[in-house]
């Protein structure tokens, strides 16, 4: 059997995610791309109120354009009704879109909607068997420069 947390353990749980911090290459190549200006997202299936605590306990509140939560749609992604919000926003092309994502199942869905998927494998693991492959794949965000 599995035992569901409690709701203090559950609360917990929630108020560890709020203050995670990036790792170390992070803001500094955040900053580098809002310089460029490139428009910067979050597109989370995360609620809103979780998301905006995480990016004010780790100072980005002036990095990020936009966040994008699940909860505008109703439908977890990889539904395509998630990865339209940034299109429809920016009124932009999804091949214009670098989507960046630890998660190979979040890499395949963003690359199967037609992003321009990149994985990000700090631990050097092999791409799950999935039915799509990035074209590009960093070990950090730093390198994520040599590719805009």
Known sequence: TCALPSSN???ELLDLYKVLS???????????????NYKLSILSNGTPTLLNELIESNNFKNIFDDVFSIEEVGIYKPS???YDMPI??????????????????????????????IWVNRNKNIFD???????NEINNL???????
């Open 22 to 36: 990036p790792f170390k290459e992070v803001p500094e190549v955040l900053k580098t791309l809002k310089e460029k």
């Open 129 to 135: 068997n999935l039915d799509y492959k990035p074209s």
């Open 142 to 148: 730093k390198q994520l420069l040599d590719l805009v």
């Open 88 to 117: 429809k926003k920016y009124n932009i092309q999804k091949d214009e879109v670098a989507f960046l994502s630890a998660n190979t199942w979040d890499v395949s869905g963003g690359g199967n909607y037609g992003y321009n998927s």
């Open 80 to 82: 395509s009704k998630v």
């Open 9 to 11: 353990m559950r609360t």
